[in-house]
């Protein structure tokens, strides 16, 4: 029987070290999804955090992949796509954003909106997806909650509408003044944060003595607020033009409870969505779903490769045989699982809004549409700017057939952008990615999974333009200008900084140098 109940499918999104996963691991902790909760740097007995398990990530305290975790929550279920970490590797992040129909952005009280969160918040508003603001941290000396608030208006041109106001400065977390009813929610701290954190409710009248104080300041404040019109209005959320604003310690457990309700009540439900050819499937429609993530080496005993999809439309069934797209063949949907962390569980069924992971799924690349019924093709999954380039080659000749398998295989999974020209040929392919990182992962599963070497050399490039063949044509000798084309077709012009880009715009005006998505320059 298919599963009736509403759907809230959202990513948490920020910079490195705002808390990302230790926010996931408190959301999964309160609707009691796991029993405990454990930090990225876990210290003594206290557990690493779930959704972390490739072994660079234990090894870094970072995310480096990204984790989907599924759990009902009073009368919804929730899934929430943890997202990579570290500034270093963030491509599959802004990926994820595919898949998602809200995001929580997580700001660190003490360094306000930082690069990351920028970049995040610009693929946000590309994509139109609603952002829920939370300032994490607040248990911890930072900026002031006003002037946290202009931050967000000035940088990213949102204007937040508190639904909490903290009652305590940074470091001084007593709990929340919600604004909706006008109470004080007064919080309990825990054994380093690791159980639910108690709370009660309390009128204004039942504040007590040592409360006073900072509960008269934060009345004052939210007394400013309410003249200025900063309230929550749901068609300006949903249009992109407010965001919702929270305050918590998400490693204290102070204040999830309250998004997670607020999830509930405010993120959009799954909806209708358009095919490529403006077909469009209503969430009731036949099953249809989209690939937002291939993942190889979960499983070190097996060379396994799982599609993370997302459900569009319909009821999914294991087992079910549905069609690729692409190539109009048959895809038989044996196994599927959800996956917490490294954990995996069989899926038997899903529905629109659930992510699901495809088992064996060598025919299937990033992007691509499976269906039932009437033929239906998603939007192709964008790719993105990446700052950093190196060649690479086999450190062994004489391993070089698993050294060109394994590029093809990261190339095909989306680890790594692959390029290549007549020029270099095909035994040097120039490796592109958004972060560094990307390429030590490369490094890491060449050895680990393909035995084989690679070494690497630096290119000198650091913004890349997206053109065509009679732009390759036009930009050829240019100094400080390489053109290369990517494994799907598109050309890219490489330039050696942001200068070299705008002089050659401008001294070639008919030539086409489209900017990509979330690029830095």
Request: hydrophobic share 40%; aromatic share 6%.
């Amino acid at each position: 029987m298919p599963d009736t109940r509403p759907r809230r499918t959202f990513a948490v999104i920020s910079h490195p070290d705002a808390g990302k996963s230790t926010l996931t691991e408190a959301l999964a902790l309160h609707a009691r999804a796991i029993h405990e909760a454990g930090a990225v740097h876990g210290k003594g007995d206290r557990r690493g955090t779930v959704s972390d398990w490739m072994a660079m990530e234990k090894a870094r305290g970072i995310s480096i992949t990204s984790a989907a975790l599924q759990f009902a929550y009073r009368d919804h279920v929730v899934n929430l796509v943890d997202t990579p970490g570290h500034s270093d590797f963030s491509e599959d992040t802004y990926r994820v954003l595919s898949a998602v129909d809200a995001a929580v952005m997580l700001v660190d009280a003490g360094k306000g909106l930082e690069p990351q969160t920028l970049k995040l918040f610009r693929v946000c508003a590309l994509r139109g997806i609603p952002v829920i603001t939370v300032i994490n941290k607040w248990d911890r000396p930072g900026l002031s909650a006003l002037e946290l608030m202009d931050l967000i208006q000035e940088k990213i041109g949102l204007r937040p509408t508190p639904l909490t106001w903290p009652v305590g400065e940074a470091g001084d977390f007593r709990g929340v003044l919600d604004r909706r009813t006008g109470e004080f929610v007064k919080y309990t701290r825990t054994a380093g944060g690791a159980t639910r954190a108690p709370e009660r409710r309390m009128g204004p009248g039942e504040v007590e003595e040592p409360d006073a104080d900072v509960w008269a300041a934060a009345v004052e404040e939210h007394e400013l607020l309410e003249l200025d019109g900063a309230d929550h209005v749901q068609e300006s959320f949903l249009a992109g033009a407010t965001t919702p604003v929270m305050f918590a310690s998400a490693l204290q457990n102070f204040g999830v409870a309250q998004l997670l309700d607020l999830l509930l009540e405010l993120a959009p439900a799954p909806g209708a969505t358009a095919g490529v050819d403006g077909t469009v499937r209503q969430v009731t429609d036949d099953f249809s779903a989209f690939v937002f993530k291939v993942q190889s080496g979960m499983n070190a005993a097996h060379r396994d490769r799982l599609a993370y999809a997302r459900v569009v439309s319909g009821s999914f069934e294991r087992g079910m045989v549905v069609t690729h797209a692409a190539t109009g063949r048959p895809f038989a949907t044996k196994f599927a699982q959800t996956v917490f962390g490294r954990e995996t569980t069989s899926v038997e069924t899903a529905e629109a809004g659930d992510i699901i992971g495809l088992v064996n799924a060598t025919a299937l690349r990033v992007g691509d549409t499976v269906y039932v019924g009437p033929p239906i093709e998603y939007p192709p999954v964008p790719t993105f700017a990446p700052e950093h380039f190196m060649t690479a080659s086999a450190g062994d000749i004489g391993r070089y057939k698993q050294f060109r398998r394994g590029i093809e295989q990261l190339d095909q999974e989306g680890v790594v952008q692959v390029l290549r020209s007549d020029l270099r040929g095909d035994q040097n392919p120039v490796l592109a990615a958004v972060g560094p990182m990307q390429f030590e992962v490369v490094e890491d599963r060449m050895v680990n999974e393909f035995n084989t070497p690679i070494r690497f050399s630096r290119l000198d490039y650091q913004v890349a333009r997206r053109t065509d063949a009679a732009g390759a044509a036009a930009l050829a000798g240019i100094r400080g200008v390489e053109v290369l084309q990517r494994s799907d077709g598109t050309h890219l012009a490489l330039f050696v900084d942001a200068w070299r880009a705008k002089t050659t715009e401008r001294d070639h005006p008919d030539v086409l140098l489209e900017a990509l998505p979330a690029g830095g320059s």
